[in-house]
C-alpha cells in the first residue's frame, strides 16, 4: 500500500488532498492541530477507501515533527509522497509596532515545510524515490503590500523547493513547488475582495495531484493566473499595481 503524508489535513486544500488520496486506497498521514476535525476528515477518507493515522501537532515542533515522521514512515506500506502544506496568512500589521504577526506566517510557512520535508529525506534517498510537495502560491511572485511577509513565505519555500529538488534528483526523489492561485478554504472564506478565477478545493486537489505525479518543478493554476497575471505581476511597475488595487 501507497502512503502519503499531509500537512494541513484539517480543512481546504490538504483536506480535499486527503480524499482524494482516499479513493486511491492509500495511507494517508493527517498532520494539523485541530484533532476534532483530522478525526471527521480520517472518518471519511475511510469511507472513501483509505487508511488514516491521525498526527495532532503544530508543525513548528520540530520534536513533534520527527517523531510522526519516523512513526508514519515505520508503518506498512511505501513511502510515496509527502505535502508541505500547512500555511497561515494574515496581513502584515505594519503600524502595530510589533513583528509578532509576520514573524508568526514566517516561521510557519518557512520553518514548517523544513520541519516538514527534511525528515522524509533519508527515507526517500534509501528507497531511491520520493515526491515531495511544497505549497508556494501565486504571490511568490511579488511582495503583496500589507501581506509582504505570506508573499515573502511563499517566494522562500518556492526557492528551496527548486534548490533541493536540484540537489536530490540524482537520488530519485522530485520536489513540486505548488502555486495555486485563489482556492476556495477557510484562508480565503474571510477575503471581502474579489477573487479572480477562484477555482473549487477539489477540483484544485485533483490539478495539484496530477502535476505532483508528473514530478512537474514548479506548478503555477489556474492557467489564467499563470498565462496573465503572474507575469503581470512580477514586471508590472508599482503605480500599476495600486491602480489595479493589489495596494
Ligand atoms: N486558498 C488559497 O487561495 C491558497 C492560495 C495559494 C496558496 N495557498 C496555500 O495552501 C495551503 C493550504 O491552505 P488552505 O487554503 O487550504 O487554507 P486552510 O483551510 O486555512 O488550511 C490551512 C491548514 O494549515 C493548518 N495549519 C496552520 N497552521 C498550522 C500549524 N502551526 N501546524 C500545523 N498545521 C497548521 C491548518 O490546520 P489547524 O488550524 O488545524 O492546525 C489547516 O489545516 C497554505 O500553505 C496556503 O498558504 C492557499
Not at 499531509?6 to 479513493?23: F, N, P, Q, R, V
Not at 496568512?89 to 502595530?96: A, I, N, Q, R, V
Not at 518543478?217 to 503581470?232: A, C, D, E, R
Amino acid at each position: 500500500m501507497n502512503k502519503v503524508f499531509i500537512t494541513g489535513a484539517s480543512s481546504g486544500i490538504g483536506e480535499y488532498l486527503a480524499y482524494a488520496y482516499a479513493k486511491q486506497g492509500y495511507f494517508i498521514g493527517l498532520v494539523a492541530r485541530r484533532k476534532d476535525r483530522l478525526d471527521q476528515v480520517a472518518i471519511q477518507c475511510t469511507e472513501l477507501g483509505g487508511q488514516t493515522k491521525v498526527y495532532p501537532l503544530d508543525v513548528l515542533n520540530d520534536v513533534e515533527c520527527k517523531s510522526a515522521i519516523a512513526d508514519f514512515i515505520a508503518l506498512p506500506g511505501e513511502m510515496d509522497t509527502v505535502y508541505a502544506n500547512a500555511g497561515v496568512g494574515s496581513p502584515d500589521g505594519l503600524s502595530s509596532g510589533s513583528a509578532d504577526k509576520m514573524n508568526h506566517v514566517l516561521s510557519v510557512n518557512i520553518l514548517g515545510v523544513t520541519n516538514t520535508v527534511m525528515p522524509f529525506i533519508p527515507h526517500f534517498k534509501e528507497i531511491r524515490n520520493g515526491k515531495i510537495a511544497i505549497i508556494s502560491s501565486v504571490a511568490s511572485f511579488r511582495g503583496l503590500a500589507h501581506h509582504a511577509a505570506y508573499s515573502g513565505s511563499k517566494a522562500a519555500v518556492r526557492n528551496m523547493s527548486q534548490g533541493w529538488g536540484t540537489a536530490l534528483h540524482k537520488h530519485g526523489i522530485s520536489f513540486t513547488a505548488v502555486c495555486p492561485g485563489f482556492i476556495k478554504s477557510e484562508m480565503t472564506g474571510d477575503n471581502e475582495f474579489p477573487m479572480p478565477f477562484l477555482m473549487e478545493t477539489k477540483v484544485a486537489a485533483q490539478k495539484i495531484i496530477r502535476a505532483v505525479n508528473r514530478r512537474k518543478k514548479v506548478f503555477i493554476f489556474p492557467w489564467q493566473m499563470k498565462y496573465f497575471l503572474v507575469p503581470l505581476i512580477k514586471c508590472a511597475p508599482d503605480w500599476l499595481i495600486r491602480i489595479l488595487g493589489f495596494a
